[in-house]
């Protein structure tokens, strides 16, 4: 059994129903594993939800397991900006945060942006094939 940290795209989709992403979750969830999302995810859902979405919003976060943002988190997120940085690759300070979440954590981290997350210690789930 693994925790999945979920990345904000991959809700995203999720809300809007997109079959695919509806049933590979289930089957994560249906073989054992957890679903979790940072609190950043939560911060993004809502500033892009709207009123009559709060519902469903509110419901799949409910269904997930969460992880806050502890100094430690921080601190590595901050650190791989500065990595990053001096590579000449800037990523934004949520993505950094939902990445350090997982790596602190031992998270396997669902996304398919794979672009905004090519740090070698992160171990990412991709759900399309």
Do not use: Y
């Not at 509110?58 to 990053?84: C, M, N, Q, Y």
């Not at 000449?88 to 300070?93: D, E, N």
């Amino acid at each position: 059994m693994s925790t999945f940290l979920v990345d904000t795209s991959v809700l995203v989709d999720v809300l809007r129903g997109v079959p695919d992403r509806v049933q590979r979750l289930k089957a994560l969830v249906e073989a054992g594993h957890i679903l979790a999302c940072s609190a950043i995810t939560v911060a993004e859902l809502f500033a892009g939800m709207r009123q009559k979405e709060r519902a469903a919003t509110v419901a799949l976060l409910d269904s997930l397991e969460h992880f806050d943002v502890t100094r430690p988190i921080a601190e590595k997120a901050g650190l791989l900006r500065a990595e990053w940085a001096a590579k000449g690759r800037t990523f934004s300070l949520p993505d950094l945060l939902i990445a350090a979440t997982a790596i602190m954590q031992g998270l396997l981290l669902i996304t398919d942006n794979l672009r905004d997350f090519p740090m070698k210690e992160l171990q990412i789930h991709q759900l399309t094939e």
